[in-house]
């Protein structure tokens, strides 16, 4: 019977640290704003020597719909660059929002290398990153027009933070100027 007794006092001490453990414990996005919507696009056109193109994609979150956007992107100091783009939403009840998403931006060079496959591009399946081109950027959206349910939810001139990665895949295996993709998230 005190075998029993030991054993239950046991369990009940492993399962109050555990509670304490977990109810003190920093989540990992302690601190961080809240992300309003993402968005997945893929890079429809692009010219590099003007840095003018499109994407088009979906929108997740507290807006929910398809995406498509303008950008032109300027080279500051390789590789830094900054990029000015006007994102239209359009939701399934038709109602649309239209952002402009100013930051600025930096070209991961040297890409990161996958040593089993050495070179540039190196042997088949070729390396993910070789000759390609992108990286991370930091900005905001700044809220332009609205319709619908955005007039009362968004205000005009409203700012939003936002951060992103875009990235063009590397040739072979794909044909050179081959457009990549872009993921965005959009904070309060």
């Known amino acids: 019977m005190s075998s029993k007794r030991t054993l239950s006092a046991l369990v009940c001490m492993i399962a109050i640290t555990a509670l304490a453990i977990t109810f003190s414990a920093k989540s990992v996005h302690a601190g ?12 429809v056109a692009f010219d ?27 080279i500051t100091s390789f590789p830094n ?13 038709g109602d649309q929002i239209i952002f402009r998403s100013t930051g600025t931006g930096r070209f991961l060079v040297p890409a990161l290398q996958d040593p089993s496959l050495g070179g540039n591009p190196g042997a088949p399946p070729f390396q993910p990153f070789g000759n390609g081109l992108g990286g991370p950027q930091s900005g905001t959206y700044e809220v332009l027009s609205t319709s619908g349910k955005y007039v009362t939810l968004y205000t005009i001139g409203q700012t939003l933070s936002a951060k992103s990665v875009a990235y063009n895949p590397s040739s072979p295996p794909t044909q050179l100027g081959t457009t990549g993709s872009s993921y965005t998230e959009i904070s309060q």
């Open 81 to 93: 660059y900054t990029y000015n783009d006007r994102v239209g939403i359009t939701d399934t009840d």
């Open 48 to 74: 590099p020597g003007t840095g003018l193109g499109a994407q088009t994609g979906v929108v997740t979150g507290d807006i929910t719909g398809v995406t498509t956007a303008n950008f032109q992107w300027t």
């Open 32 to 43: 961080k704003a809240k992300i309003a919507f993402t968005q997945q696009e893929k890079v």
